[in-house]
């Protein structure tokens, strides 16, 4: 069988990382990676490119507009990319890609690592091999590899800070995960095809914040907010998805925003399970007031997707018929 041909796009992050003065910082290229796991070329034929050098701390929107672009360029001569990246933002890039990369039929997958590659106890080598197996197994469509997991690009977030399980997939199951025997697809979409030609779509409104509500949280931060600009608000409530209205009442600044044309999202400060705003009296206010359900997105899926939203149009409506809509597996 003829071999793979995969690129691998460098951007830095600790997989990269080498000792400087300042501390860690992504030093090695993407070939500089690649030699380190010199068995990878038996089974593939492998390019790489390094588009950034960057600790992810560092990405941006600009940035992931940018690896769209270069994602972009380089499909056509490939079976899949691989994107090398630091895992503080990863989770915000995989599902900003997921979002700008419409209809993909090959994969792209991220990964990175919590030690260096260049060190004895790395989990680069492990986490680069489980990229490879995603692509070997013919799946399509932006993924995150990491501990032995492949994830969806919109479902996975970052929830350790030194465990080498970094990621989890939040509220899907995994696409597949790695055994002694291969690659066990749990829920794939192997062999699926597109259901439209690949469009990159990679227009995105930065002017987007994220609020996390506290208990007391003074209504005065909205018109704050208002005047800075913000055209679209996300908030992580509380629970099933409330917010309070007794002593400090959030509502009317909320409605006084959506009435200005600033598109308001509410998630759950919960990291697993879904929002429902119906289900209580502090949730059913917030609908009143013309917010957007997040349903069971995660806040990373959510934030990529206003900024998504509001690239693509400037009328609110349209932008809540794109949150109504699922389009990379955000949503259930
Ligand atoms: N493990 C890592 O990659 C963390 C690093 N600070 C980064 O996100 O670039």
Same mark, same amino acid.
């Given at each position: 069988?003829?071999?793979?041909?995969?690129?691998? !796009?460098?951007?830095?992050?600790? #997989?990269?990382? =080498? *000792?400087?003065?300042?501390?860690? $910082?992504?030093?090695? /290229?993407?070939?500089?990676?690649?030699?380190?796991?010199?068995?990878?070329?038996?089974?593939?034929?492998?390019?790489?490119?390094?588009?950034?050098?960057?600790?992810?701390?560092?990405?941006?929107?600009?940035?992931?507009?940018?690896?769209?672009?270069?994602?972009?360029?380089? !499909?056509?001569?490939?079976?899949? #990319?691989?994107? =090398? *990246?630091?895992?503080?933002?990863? $989770?915000?890039?995989? /599902?900003?890609?997921?979002?700008?990369?419409?209809?993909?039929?090959?994969?792209?997958?991220?990964?990175?690592?919590?030690?260096?590659?260049?060190?004895?106890?790395?989990?680069?080598?492990?986490?680069?091999?489980?990229?490879?197996?995603?692509?070997?197994?013919?799946?399509?469509?932006?993924?995150?590899?990491?501990?032995?997991?492949?994830?969806?690009?919109?479902?996975?977030?970052?929830?350790?800070?030194?465990?080498?399980?970094?990621?989890?997939?939040?509220?899907?199951?995994?696409?597949?995960?790695?055994?002694?025997?291969?690659?066990?697809?749990?829920?794939?979409?192997?062999?699926?095809?597109?259901?439209?030609?690949?469009?990159?779509?990679?227009?995105?409104?930065?002017?987007?914040?994220?609020?996390?509500?506290?208990?007391?949280?003074?209504?005065?931060?909205?018109?704050?907010?208002?005047?800075?600009?913000?055209?679209?608000?996300?908030?992580?409530?509380?629970?099933?998805?409330?917010?309070?209205?007794?002593?400090?009442?959030?509502?009317?600044?909320?409605?006084?925003?959506?009435?200005?044309?600033?598109?308001?999202?509410?998630?759950?400060?919960?990291?697993?399970?879904?929002?429902?705003?119906?289900?209580?009296?502090?949730?059913?206010?917030?609908?009143?007031?013309?917010?957007?359900?997040?349903?069971?997105?995660?806040?990373?899926?959510?934030?990529?997707?206003?900024?998504?939203?509001?690239?693509?149009?400037?009328?609110?409506?349209?932008?809540?018929?794109?949150?109504?809509?699922?389009?990379?597996?955000?949503?259930?």
């Amino acid at each position: 069988m003829q071999k793979k041909k995969v690129l691998l !796009l460098a951007t830095g992050g600790t #997989i990269a990382c =080498t *000792h400087s003065q300042e501390g860690l $910082a992504p030093g090695l /290229s993407g070939a500089g990676i690649l030699k380190l796991l010199p068995e990878l070329q038996e089974d593939f034929t492998i390019e790489s490119r390094d588009i950034l050098n960057l600790d992810s701390s560092n990405i941006q929107p600009e940035e992931w507009q940018f690896m769209a672009e270069r994602v972009t360029e380089a !499909l056509p001569d490939y079976d899949g #990319i691989i994107i =090398t *990246h630091g895992t503080d933002t990863m $989770a915000y890039t995989a /599902s900003a890609l997921s979002y700008m990369l419409q209809n993909l039929s090959k994969p792209v997958v991220l990964t990175g690592a919590q030690i260096p590659i260049g060190q004895m106890f790395t989990d680069a080598k492990r986490n680069l091999q489980t990229a490879f197996a995603a692509v070997n197994a013919g799946l399509s469509g932006v993924m995150v590899a990491f501990d032995d997991k492949i994830m969806g690009g919109c479902r996975a977030v970052k929830v350790r800070t030194m465990g080498f399980d970094a990621f989890e997939s939040i509220s899907a199951p995994y696409i597949g995960k790695i055994y002694a025997d291969g690659v066990h697809l749990e829920h794939s979409r192997a062999g699926e095809e597109a259901a439209a030609p690949f469009e990159l779509k990679n227009k995105l409104c930065t002017d987007v914040f994220l609020l996390k509500l506290i208990p007391g949280t003074k209504p005065e931060i909205f018109d704050s907010l208002l005047a800075l600009g913000y055209r679209g608000i996300v908030i992580e409530a509380f629970g099933a998805g409330g917010t309070h209205f007794e002593r400090r009442n959030l509502l009317p600044k909320l409605k006084k925003l959506t009435d200005h044309g600033v598109s308001i999202a509410v998630c759950s400060q919960c990291l697993y399970e879904k929002s429902d705003l119906s289900l209580y009296e502090v949730g059913r206010k917030l609908l009143d007031c013309g917010v957007i359900p997040g349903r069971d997105m995660t806040t990373e899926a959510i934030v990529t997707k206003m900024m998504w939203a509001l690239g693509q149009t400037e009328d609110p409506a349209e932008v809540k018929e794109i949150f109504a809509r699922n389009y990379c597996g955000e949503v259930s």
